[in-house]
């Protein structure tokens, strides 16, 4: 079984920094793309950004130029450096795999606020 898990989240104040990160685990054979989604409350999932088997990379027009993913094909990881946070950044990110009919992790909560 393919496994995702999230840490990094976490409080930090408007203008701050986090860095999250995704560790895959499990049976994984073949390329597939990343991606870091979030879901604010009363809000649908959205996405974040996403990282292609390749290292093409595609941002939320709300987040371009704040955030910044990439991957460590070594580790089998994914990070999500996020800086100059804003309130409305406020949500649980996700971790997502698009491999076979797609994975989840459980999500990590980021709560930016004074």
């Known amino acids: 079984q393919v496994q995702l898990v999230e840490s990094g989240g976490g409080l930090v104040q408007p203008g701050g920094s986090l860095r999250l990160t995704c560790a895959v685990s499990g049976r994984i054979q073949g390329a597939y793309a990343m991606s870091w989604y979030r879901q604010a409350p009363g809000k649908q999932r959205d996405m974040v950004a996403t990282?292609?088997?390749?290292?093409?990379?595609n941002y939320a027009d709300s987040v371009k130029g704040r955030f910044t993913i990439s991957r460590d094909y070594g580790k089998s990881t994914m990070s999500l450096q996020m800086n100059s946070l804003k309130p409305e950044d406020t949500a649980v990110y996700y971790c997502y795999a698009a491999l076979l009919s797609g994975y989840w992790g459980r999500g990590t909560q980021v709560t930016v606020s004074a």
């Open positions: 990282i292609t088997w390749n290292g093409v990379t």
